[in-house]
């Protein structure tokens, strides 16, 4: 058997020598790049012959070499170089400014201390920083390879954590005589000097914002590891939470003072202020990421926390605000508080409160007012004034007067208190639906407080529309019908102010004391803010009136063309007895079922006058019944006034004439001293007897005919304020005028305040009307549903009415009964607590 010759081989040399040999030389190439680059000597390096050697060590799968090469290379060089220069910054200053005990230290000394401290650690950074991209470059092929393949951090990520690792993460034990407890990192130095400036910046002294903002985007440029995970920046995991803290200490702080300063208007410019700062330092010093934070910060210690006791303080809180009109501080308050309760609930609920108290000082204000002082006579009352013939003339208020004059002016006041609050709404609180909607309640609530507001609204309408319409720009007329629904949206009892206004608007129209088409607009408005059933009868009072005009003319058009001559002239207005309200009508007095009002003994020509116009009305309308009313109508009367004997000269020496404007009863009355023989009287029950007008209304018109000076055409014995029924009456032969007009007092022309017992009556009418519509609801709502429990009928019928008045429970509850005793309801069998409609 044949054998193999043996071979001898040559002797291979160790791979790992080879690549030892080929690594060493590469590595001592970019060892001393890396010296020259920290030592900013890298303009005479090769980029390329750098680039090339990391390149051959890869290559040779050496990679992971170099990067822990490179790692502890710049490891060492910290420890050797740039830690002790950062450390010789460390003074015992320092330290007591990060441990918050430099008594001693003037705030220009820690400024200093603090800044070079910052500046020794911004060098630091920026050589590094600078030196690391310079390494990253030249070791690009490496981080391309071989990092991205072993998923390591980048060799930038890597040395540039060095910083935070080896620098900021050092401890410091202490310096010469400052031995400290516990160590402090280099980076609690740098926090709690950042800190300390921004105080002092607070205080108002002047840092160098430059370098505090390098040294923040520098901690926003390191992270927690080398994996650079965003939100593990060292900014928001370390400095930012110590920042909010020191913060928060530091407003806390700042707040009590402002508390005991006790001033709301220093605390509002200071917080304002302090919101602006901080977002402008986060914006120039510290970082953008911060500013929501700190303004929270701010927002909960300056305003949150203390905000009740702010704006209770006595003399500059919100009471102060509103009462002395300071715009400025409210709407800074108002922007404030938006900025921490979207709801704005504690300003609102002062808001509330303010209103309420206001409105109840003009309440209490009104009746510790004295209105009996004289009052100038304006408007319509000063025309009548003129009319009669004296100058109007500054005269005391009777307690009527005094009552109505109380009434407009509280309205008034509710009205200047509304407009102020709007005003405070636009300028201050950017017409806040939220702050609008709550001071409307507020205002609500007062006003139906009282409890004649319905009436004392309904006055003030008649006030402002027979005084301030005539000779007013279309502008003043816009704002007192605005005003009239405002008024009129804040009540709730709006069926009792559509029983005055009902009264007062009849006035207005029978004695032509306003503009029809002003009145018209505003019913208008009326029934565009409350329906056409809250309009219904104003609307047929206007219709009576228009009709009576056309009528009255269509009468004297008859009377000429039949040629019949007449002495009097007469002017009529036929009035639908539904539409007007009963103390127009007459029916006031009335208490019996069917009982007509007591008829007036009219004097024969008026008689006669009555019979033909009668005649003529009902040629077209067969069936209708017209009954003569007295107490609304007026009269023009033409007297006579013979020359007094004896007297040669002056007014009495001649006959005189003049033409009165009386009332109806008035007419009826002077048309009885026609009659008389000269010097002749007659008592008040004698004139009652002859002319059948009821007592009351008797002695009202003869007050106005014998007491005023202007219009005294009757003479009373005895001669006293008061009219009685055993008084006599005589012609004033004597009487003289002026003016050849004279207008005596027209009786119920006026609106008044009601006296108690009047107000007594029109609440009892009202509570009756009240059941009738609470009984029509419920049979309604019955004959729809058929079948409701007690509770469903009773929130219905609330909703149903809340547009007229807020019927109570217990008056809901009495009109079932009723209902169920006249069996259109019954209860259903087995539920008490149900109710069915019975057809």
Known sequence: MASRPNKIRP?????????????????????????????????????????????KIVLFRKGQLLYDHVKAFEEAW????????????????????????????????????????????????????????????????????????????????ATIGLFRDYLLRNYVAGVSDHALDEPLAIFDLVNAVILDLINMERDGDIIDRNLVRQITAMLESLYETDDELENAKLYLTDFEPRFLDASR??????????LRDGNASAWLRHTQRRLREEQDRCDTTLSVLTAEKIANVVEQELIVARLKDFLAMEGSGLKSMIDNDRHEDLSILYQLISRVDKTKAALRASLQTRVMELGLEIENTIKNTDFSAPAVTTGADAEDATEGGDKAKAQPLNPAAQATAAAIKWVEDVLQLKDKFDKLSSICFNDDLGLQTAVTKSFTEFINMFNRSSEFVSLFIDDSLKRGIRGRSEEDIEAVLQKAIVLLRYLTDRDLFERYYQKHLGRRLLHNKSEMHVEKELVRRMRAE??????????????????????????????RNLGEGTRIELGIQVLTTNNWPPEIMGRQAVTKVGESPPECNWPPDIRRLQDSFYNYYQRDRSGRVLTWLATTGTADVKCTFPKIPGKESGPLSKERRYEINVSTYGMVVLELF???????????????????????????????????IKSRVLLKEPQSKNVKPTDRFAFNASFVSKT???????????????????????ERKNEETRAYVIDAALVRIMKQRKELSHVQLTNEVITQLAGRFQPEISLIKRRIEDLITREYLERVEGDTAAYRYLA
Not at 13 to 38: Q, S
Not at 690 to 700: A, E, F, S, V
Not at 749 to 761: A, H, Y
């Open 740 to 762: 050849i007009k004279i207008k005596a007092p027209v009786v119920n022309s006026t609106s008044r305040v009601e006296d108690p017992q009047e107000r007594k009556e029109t």
């Open 530 to 559: 409350l329906g056409n059933h809250f309009t219904l009868k104003f609307e047929g009072m206007f219709k009576d009136i228009e009709l009576s005009k056309d009528l009255a003319e269509n009468y004297r058009d008859h009377v």
């Open 78 to 157: 910290f420890r050797n170089h740039v830690l002790p220069a950062v450390t010789s910054l460390v003074s015992g200053n320092l330290i007591n400014v990060a441990l918050q005990n430099s008594p001693g230290m003037s705030a220009h000394e820690r400024r200093e201390t603090g800044e070079r401290f910052l500046r020794g650690i911004r060098n630091c950074w920026d050589d590094h920083n600078t030196s690391m991209n310079m390494v990253a470059d030249i070791l690009m092929y490496m981080e391309r390879v071989y990092v991205t393949e072993a998923k390591l951090p980048s060799i930038f990520a």
């Open 674 to 708: 026609n009659e008389l023989a000269e010097r002749e009287s007659l008592t008040a029950e004698e004139i009652q007897a002859k002319t059948n007008i009821p007592m009351p209304d008797l002695l009202r018109t003869l007050a106005s005919l014998s007491l005023p």
């Open 249 to 258: 200490t530091f407003y806390q702080n700042e707040c009590e003072k402002l």
């Open 11 to 55: 002797i291979r040399r160790p791979v790992m020598n080879k690549d030892k040999a080929e690594f060493e030389p590469c590595w001592e190439l970019l060892k001393g790049a890396l010296t020259d680059i920290h030592n900013k000597n890298a303009t005479d390096l090769s980029f390329e012959n750098l680039y090339r050697a990391s390149y």
